[in-house]
């Protein structure tokens, strides 16, 4: 059974950092897509960052270009998302999913709220 | 980048009722579009691939239609577990943009 188990949000003041993981089991980590998509409060989902399997190719939404960086650990099976130059804008839930086909998100875990705010 | 725009926003059925939701895109995606189903405090959940390929153990009252710019999403009939926030997404080109939502109400 695919599961994914996001750990790392919380209260973070503007301009601070925060690194998010996602714990990836019941599935050969290291072969597939991964994603980080969040959601606002009472607001639709966006789509923030994918990496490839091996990790050597990475995507960003413009609006956290240069802010966030993800990476994968395939020897841990973790999928991490670091967050600097945090914005009262990315208070959201952030979701890790798998990514099929490098196309469409199959698995997601229930994901982990970051909070920017002084 | 491809913004993607559903209508309705809001759309109030009943049981039994047969839906579309409508899905443009600012230009062509080919059939790469996805629709989710996302209920109160839970993560989404696929339904439909490449436009109109239902995603295993998905119920058949679930269709999708559509290539280029326009898509559509129709359960054929409503059921109570149906009322749920509708998402499409595009995955022809990063980045791979949501359209806005649909909360389907029950009237």
């Known amino acids: 059974e695919v599961q994914l188990l996001e750990s790392g949000g919380g209260l973070v003041q503007p301009g601070g950092s925060l690194r998010l993981s996602c714990a990836a089991s019941g599935f050969t980590f290291s072969n597939d897509v991964m994603s980080w998509v969040r959601q606002g409060p009472g607001k639709g989902l966006e789509w923030v960052s994918q990496i490839s399997g091996s990790g050597g190719s990475t995507y960003y939404a413009d609006s956290v270009k240069g802010r966030f960086t993800i990476s994968r650990d395939n020897s841990k099976n973790t999928l991490y998302l670091q967050m600097n130059s945090l914005r009262a804008e990315d208070t959201a839930v952030y979701y890790c999913?798998?990514?099929?086909?490098?196309?469409?998100?199959?698995?997601w875990g229930q994901g982990t709220l970051v909070t920017v705010s002084s | 980048d491809i913004q993607m725009t559903q209508s309705p926003s809001t759309l109030s059925a009943s049981v039994g009722d047969r839906v579309t939701i409508t899905c443009r895109a600012s230009?062509?995606?080919?059939?790469?579009l996805a629709w989710y189903q996302q209920k109160p405090g839970k993560a989404p959940k696929l339904l439909i691939y490449e436009a109109s390929t239902l995603e295993s153990g998905v119920p058949s009252r679930f269709s999708g239609s559509g290539s280029g710019t326009e898509f559509t999403l129709t359960i054929s009939s409503l059921q109570p577990d149906d009322f749920a926030t509708y998402y499409c997404?595009?995955?022809?080109?990063?980045?791979?943009?949501f359209g806005q939502g649909t909360k389907l109400e029950i009237k």
């Open positions: 999913a798998k990514v099929r086909n490098t196309e469409v998100s199959d698995y």
């Open positions: 997404q595009q995955y022809n080109s990063y980045l791979y943009t």
């Open positions: 230009q062509s995606i080919s059939s790469w």
